[in-house]
């Protein structure tokens, strides 16, 4: 059974970079057609999608935080990473990473890491 | 950008009773559509998939409905495990697309 595990700091300071790490494993991520992925959720939120990586380095992000978003993946470790630069107390989140396909739903989900971005 | 309504926010059922979870679409999403099912505390845990496929280990009193820009989530005779924040979220566009705001079914 595929599980995903999230790991980094749960304290960021304002203008510092966030950097978390998904743990793969029951499942190789250079598994052809899968994409990995982060998404964050706001306290009382909805999720939003971050970016997304395949295992040849193919990334994707989402417009809105493409500027300070890098992802990127280790085969080698089964594992991809999140940066997110300058970050503000509104990148205070739930952050989470996931598999999916193309046009295909996010399945499954890790634990989720609780990031604070606070002095 | 596609953007998702969810309605209502707040849904309020007695177990045992039928709920209803409204999703809408800014523009057609074909029936590329999903629900999510968030507990306090864990991650979203997919439900419905391809506007009305039950994912993996969901129970049959979980069904969707709808396609192009208008969607609903039926829980039929809520189970106590039921009452969590319902997301839909639609994944027509490439990257991956935008997720509702969420509808909360709390018991009455």
């Known amino acids: 059974q595929l599980q995903l595990r999230e790991s980094g700091p749960g304290l960021v300071k304002p203008s510092e970079t966030l950097s978390l790490t998904c743990t793969v494993s029951?499942?190789?991520?250079?598994?052809?057609?899968?994409?990995w992925g982060w998404i964050r959720q706001p306290p009382g939120r909805g999720p939003e999608w971050i970016s997304s990586i395949y295992f040849s380095g193919s990334t994707y992000y989402n417009s809105s935080l493409k500027s300070r978003v890098t992802i990127s993946v280790d085969t080698s470790k089964n594992q991809f990473s999140l940066n997110l630069s300058s970050v503000t107390a509104a990148d205070t989140a739930m952050y989470f990473c996931?598999?999916?396909?193309?046009?295909?739903?996010?399945?499954?989900w890790g634990q989720g890491t609780l990031v604070i971005v606070s002095s | 950008e596609i953007v998702m309504t969810q309605s209502p926010a707040t849904l309020s059922v007695s177990p045992g009773e039928a709920a209803s979870l409204s999703c809408r679409a800014s523009q057609s999403v074909t029936s590329n559509l999903a629900w999510y099912q968030q507990k306090p505390g864990q991650a979203p845990r997919l439900v419905i998939y391809d506007a009305s496929t039950r994912a993996t280990g969901i129970p049959a009193r979980f069904s969707g409905s709808g396609s192009g820009t208008g969607f609903t989530l039926t829980i039929d005779s809520l189970q106590s495990e039921d009452f969590a924040v319902y997301y839909c979220q639609q994944y027509n566009t490439w990257p991956p697309g935008a997720f509702g705001g969420g509808t909360k079914v709390e018991i009455k």
């Open positions: 996931t598999r999916h396909k193309t046009f295909s739903p996010f399945d499954p």
């Open positions: 029951g499942g190789s991520i250079s598994t052809h057609t899968y994409y």
